[in-house]
T-cell receptor
Framework: GDSVTQTEGQVTVSESKSLIINCTYS????????LFWYVRYPGEGLQLLLK?????QKGSSRGFEATYNKETTSFHLQKASVQESDSAVYYC??????????????FGSGTRLQVYA | GGIITQTPKFLIGQEGQKLTLKCQQN?????MYWYRQDSGKGLRLIYY???????QKGDLSEGYDASREKKSSFSLTVTSAQKNEMAVFLC????????????FGHGTKLSVL
């Protein structure tokens, strides 16, 4: 089956410090997985943060970056300097090529980021 | 822009009760999904629907029914609530059969006494 493992629980970071949330994936059925990071801000629905569909490429959005590493099966989320407004729950997800299959994503358990001033 | 509205936001039920969760979207998206999230776990797909009147089972469909009578709405029924069950149910939609971008509602939090 497919699975996604990400940094568990809560990560607390001081404003302007760097951040990394780890994500590794495993799949036995998807030849060319697409990888996603979703975010849920307090009081809002889950929304797409960034997506990468090709191994070796990097996605970026709102100062966050993630590189699709097929060798290490990883898709870690990084930001050089976090802000209080980044406080949210972040989900790593894995899916098949969107052009072929209905959207079924395998999600990680979520990592709560708390940024303090 | 559009919005996905889930009702109710909080649902408290009794063991054995049949409970219905509703989801409406005004994106005019073809595909809609129901996910369940338990504490400390990832989202798990219960049902999805490619278009009006279509239903497809996800990995977690046992114990649930779903209905897509209109393109804009997708309801989920817990056929028999389990005692002490607690989870958040998330509805989502996408333009059509693609996972390019999923738009999620705010969730319905279920507690069973």
């Amino acid at each position: 089956g497919d699975s996604v493992t990400q940094t568990e629980g809560q990560v607390t970071v001081s404003e302007s410090k760097s951040l990394i949330i780890n994500c590794t994936y495993s799949t036995t059925s998807i030849a060319y997985p697409n990888l996603f990071w979703y975010v849920r801000y307090p009081g809002e629905g889950l929304q797409l943060l960034l997506k990468v569909i090709t191994a070796g490429q990097k996605g970026s959005s709102r100062g966050f970056e993630a590189t699709y590493n097929k060798e290490t099966t990883s898709f870690h989320l990084q930001k050089a300097s976090v802000q209080e407004s980044d406080s949210a729950v972040y989900y790593c997800a894995l899916g098949e090529d969107g052009t072929q299959v209905v959207g079924q994503l395998t999600f990680g358990s979520g990592t709560r980021l708390q940024v303090y001033a | 822009g559009g919005i996905i509205t889930q009702t109710p936001k909080f649902l408290i039920g009794q063991e054995g009760q049949k409970l219905t969760l509703k989801c409406q979207q005004n994106f005019n998206h073809d595909t809609m999904y129901w996910y369940r999230q338990d504490s400390g776990k990832g989202l798990r797909l219960i049902y999805y629907s490619i278009t009006e009147n279509d239903l497809q089972k996800g990995d977690l469909s046992e114990g649930y029914d779903a209905s897509r009578e209109k393109k804009s709405s997708f309801s989920l029924t817990v056929t028999s609530a389990q005692k002490n069950e607690m989870a958040v149910f998330l509805c989502a939609s996408s333009i059509h059969k693609s996972n390019e971008r999923l738009f999620f509602g705010h969730g319905t939090k279920l507690s069973v006494l």
